[in-house]
């Protein structure tokens, strides 16, 4: 059995305290990740340095309380590489050669897909080495909608229109692009397990933009193929799925989806998840990361409001979406602290 209480939790087991990581934990809020940041080149540069991509991974756990690790990479890996060209660029966010006919699907290729992500696992193997026992190791991908989204729509900040467009008026053909990400999302999944990673999370991070009618085919289908796809080769490696802005269907996923877990961003009721998912899943979240940037009271109060209704039962704490560089590190701590000291 294994002695990491976010595991522990994972299978199944009620722990005497609830266990805290933070999404997207390692990051700009932190001076020794601008530090490294700065002087690693560009951002794929760090996620494919295995030994730059390792110490940023650990930063937040040298300060923090933190009960896992998350390695450091980022989703849109996987797009880059199929070959196709992603750039980060300075105050824009990601910037991607748009994909948007048969044509450009052609020309995406898995040739180089595992080399290429090779780093990713080095860098898995690397934490594992110095990484405290008690803490768990994250492996992760984007969705993929999510990932779809970025690469038709070419990076961040639209509305959607476009891939949205693609799989209304041609569904038969932008399947083929979900259907490669199943597969090689799968793989490298699998990847990360070999390399280290002993739990997996997988980010829908759009999947709220897609109406009820769209989301099962789109959002819910893939993810739940995925997860079965890794599920028959690894399956004591829990799952923690991410499907954000769903409401209510949040009970879809937990009837329907195999995981282990799943995370709830900041809309979702804890009361409401606490009777309807909790029962099916472990359950994962949700303070809205502008609280953890305010602190205070406001956080306490949230916070305690967030553990009183689902620390009862199997559960993680986390934020409802990832940390704001503009978050002070010293509310992350009192954070931590705060979640470790709660009793049930
Ligand atoms: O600590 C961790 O959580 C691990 C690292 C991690 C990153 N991205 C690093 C990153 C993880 C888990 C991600 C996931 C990710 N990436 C998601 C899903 C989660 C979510 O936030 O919804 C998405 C949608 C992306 C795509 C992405 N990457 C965007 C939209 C951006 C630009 C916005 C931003 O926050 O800057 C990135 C860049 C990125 N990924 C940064 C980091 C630390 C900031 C870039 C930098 O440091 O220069």
Redesign the pocket.
């Known amino acids: 059995m294994t002695t990491k209480p976010l595991l522990q939790v994972l299978h199944g087991q009620v722990v005497p305290r609830v266990p805290i990581w ?7 809020y932190l001076p020794e ?2 530090a490294v ?1 700065e002087n690693a080149g560009s ?1 794929l540069d ?2 494919f340095t295995p030994e730059l991509a390792a110490e ?2 650990l930063q ?1 756990l040298r300060r923090f309380g933190l009960d896992a ?8 890996v996987v797009p880059a590489a199929l070959g196709q060209h992603v750039a ?1 660029e ?1 105050g ?3 910037v991607l050669e748009p994909v948007r006919t048969p044509t450009d699907l052609s020309r995406l290729s898995r040739v180089r897909f595992g080399e290429t992500l090779r780093p990713v696992s080095e860098a898995i193997a690397l934490v594992r080495e110095k990484l405290p026992p008690a803490r768990a190791l ?1 492996g ?1 991908a ?1 969705a993929p909608w ?1 990932v779809a989204s ?1 690469m038709v729509e070419g ?3 639209s509305d959607f229109s476009t891939v949205k467009a693609w799989a209304y008026r041609e569904p038969d053909s932008f399947a083929g692009l979900i259907d490669l990400l199943v597969e090689v999302t799968a793989e490298y999944l699998l990847q990360q397990i070999d390399a280290g990673a002993d739990v997996l ?1 997988i ?1 829908d ?2 999947a709220g933009v897609l109406p009820d009618s769209a989301l099962e085919r789109w959002a819910l289908r893939p993810t739940v193929e995925i997860v079965r796809r890794v599920g028959a080769k690894r399956p004591d490696v829990p799952i923690v799925v ?1 499907p ?1 802005g769903i409401g209510a269907n949040y009970l879809r996923y937990a009837s329907e989806c195999d995981c282990t877990g799943l995370s709830l961003d900041t809309s979702v009721a804890p009361a409401w998840a606490a009777r309807e998912l909790q029962p099916l899943k472990v359950v994962q979240g949700n303070l809205d990361p502008l609280l953890l940037v305010v602190g205070g009271d406001a956080m306490r109060d949230a916070a305690k409001r967030i553990l009183d209704s689902l620390g009862d039962q199997r559960f993680i704490f986390n934020l409802g ?3 704001l ?1 503009q978050t002070p590190a010293d509310h992350v701590a009192a954070l931590c602290d705060l979640v470790h000291d709660w009793r049930r």
């Open positions: 933070l999404m997207r934990q390692a990051g700009r990740y601008r940041r951002f760090l996620c940023v991974t937040p690790a998350i390695i450091f990479s980022d989703i849109l980060f300075e824009h966010g990601p994250f992760f984007g999510t970025y990076g961040g900040g999370q980010f991070s759009w991410f954000r979406h990832g940390i560089p």
